[in-house]
């Protein structure tokens, strides 16, 4: 059965830093690409950023280039962001998501291309 769980969300204070954790199971991880995403109240889930099978390829978005890093271990299953210098515009649902795709920059954005998801973590910054 496979599972994606995140943790490591909360409120922080503009300026401030979390960090996500996403713990998988059910699957090889090492053979899956990552993916995480936002939906933020009353909007469309959004793409995040995106790490390749050996973290040696990395996508943002650019509302977060800079500010956040995707990264994974691969002996502990699991997949992080760590977020800093937070917005208020931050604030949503985290979501990550696996695929077994090598996906390109293009692709790597669309929701469609992963096949599991996890149920999603709130983070919430105030100003």
């Known amino acids: 059965q496979v599972q994606l769980t995140e943790s490591g969300g909360g409120l922080v204070q503009v300026g401030g830093s979390l960090r996500l954790s996403c713990a998988t199971s059910g699957f090889t991880f090492s053979s899956r690409t990552m993916g995480w995403f936002r939906q933020a109240p009353g909007k469309e889930r959004e793409f995040v950023a995106y790490?390749?099978?050996?973290?040696?390829?990395?996508y943002y978005a650019d509302s977060v280039k800079g500010r956040f890093t995707i990264s994974r271990d691969n002996a502990k299953n699991t997949v992080y962001l760590q977020m800093n210098s937070l917005k208020p515009e931050d604030t949503a649902v985290y979501y990550c998501?696996?695929?077994?795709?090598?996906?390109?920059?293009?692709?790597?954005?669309?929701?469609?291309?992963?096949?599991?998801w996890g149920q999603g973590a709130q983070v919430t910054v105030s100003s």
């Open positions: 998501a696996s695929t077994s795709r090598l996906l390109t920059e293009a692709t790597s954005s669309r929701a469609n291309f992963y096949g599991d």
């Open positions: 790490i390749g099978w050996t973290g040696g390829r990395t």
